[in-house]
């Protein structure tokens, strides 16, 4: 074995602090009741224990459990998709009273077999929510949908809190860590979901330990910042299992903090960058600051006028 193809140790900063208490088990529970899957299970996040067992918060994934794509990186089942539940947006808002939540984020497999890419049920399912939980924020974080105008129209007119598109990796590494999605399309949509409603912020992800370098991952904060990407989420990729790749490089804290200080001076709003963060991690403060962001730029517009 090369030593290229050695597996890398993990380093102690990622070793998980387990919190399977009464709302852990609570919320899976009733999340098997309800007929309802979780991005945070079928993705492996390493965060499920603190976010349902301390800040009792899910991320609820929609239009079934089985993707149409096989990204390289990613843990989710992939094959024919499940028919579609048109009851599930009414269940999914049920379940988000009966949590009490703050702020929800709503995940959905890729569905290519579907002419809208599954966005009409996107839109219902947050139209649900807003109806039961008026007061409970909500972020989405769909697929690309095919980069349909329409598709992309449809779930911006829903209105949600948050429109979140992840851009995973770098461009070079586009090809090779994700399937069918492209490093353009995923800016485009960006780009084009704020074109379509302004007001509402956009966010995306990168994974980093991928073979990705440095300077990379700053032009990718750059083009996201052109597609005027308001927040951004940077986490560490850790392998799921031995036929998906292979971590490259484990982050030290100290190198997250240094990009966070970067993509801070880019321009955007908030940048949640460290060793565990996923997409949804610390979703509700990220909403928050946002709104913090636009209202101080908006009295500071003012004061200029």
């Known amino acids: 074995m090369s030593k290229k193809e050695e597996h890398i140790r993990k380093p102690d900063w990622l070793k ?10 609570g919320l899976k529970k ?18 499920i224990h603190e976010c349902w067992g301390t800040r009792r918060t899910a991320t609820f994934m929609i239009l079934g459990d089985i993707c149409t794509r096989a990204c390289r990186f990613c843990a989710v ?23 009490n939540l ?9 569905r290519d077999d579907l002419k809208d890419g599954g966005s009409a049920v996107f839109a219902e399912t947050v139209r649900a929510i ?23 129209k449809t779930l911006m007119d829903s209105k949600p809190d948050i429109m979140n598109y992840n851009i995973e990796t ?52 750059d083009d996201l910042r052109s597609a005027n990407v308001d ?24 190198e997250f903090a240094e990009l966070r ?7 955007f709003s908030h940048c949640e960058a460290g060793p565990l963060v996923r997409s949804s991690y610390h979703a509700d403060e990220q909403v928050n600051a946002a709104a913090k962001a636009r209202q101080e730029m908006g009295e500071a517009e003012a004061q200029n006028a």
């Not at 084009?192 to 509402?200: D, F, G, M, S, W």
Request: hydrophobic share 35%; charged share 30%; glycine share 4%.
């Open 16 to 25: 998980i602090k387990l919190n399977t208490n009464d709302n852990y088990m």
């Open 30 to 47: 009733m999340m098997r009741e309800q007929n309802l899957h979780t991005v945070c299970e079928e993705a492996r996040c390493p965060n």
């Open 77 to 99: 089942k992939t094959g024919l998709p499940n028919e579609l539940d048109l009851a599930e947006p009414e269940r999914v808002a049920d379940s988000v009273q009966l949590m």
């Open 102 to 110: 703050k702020h929800v984020v709503i995940t959905a497999v890729a």
């Open 130 to 152: 807003r109806r039961k939980n008026p007061f409970t924020t909500i972020e989405v974080l769909p697929s690309d949908m095919g980069g349909v105008f329409d598709n992309i």
């Open 170 to 221: 770098v461009r070079r590494m586009t090809p090779r860590v994700r399937a069918r999605a492209t490093y353009d399309r995923t800016l485009e949509f960006l780009s084009r979901a704020k074109e379509l409603q302004p007001e509402i912020p956009t966010k995306s992800s990168i994974m980093v330990g991928l073979g990705e370098t440095k300077e990379e991952i700053i032009e990718t904060m």
């Open 231 to 254: 927040i951004m989420a940077i986490g560490q990729y850790l392998q799921p299992s031995k036929k998906h790749l292979k971590v490259q490089k484990y982050y030290h804290p100290d």
């Open 261 to 267: 200080k970067i993509a801070m001076e880019k321009g």
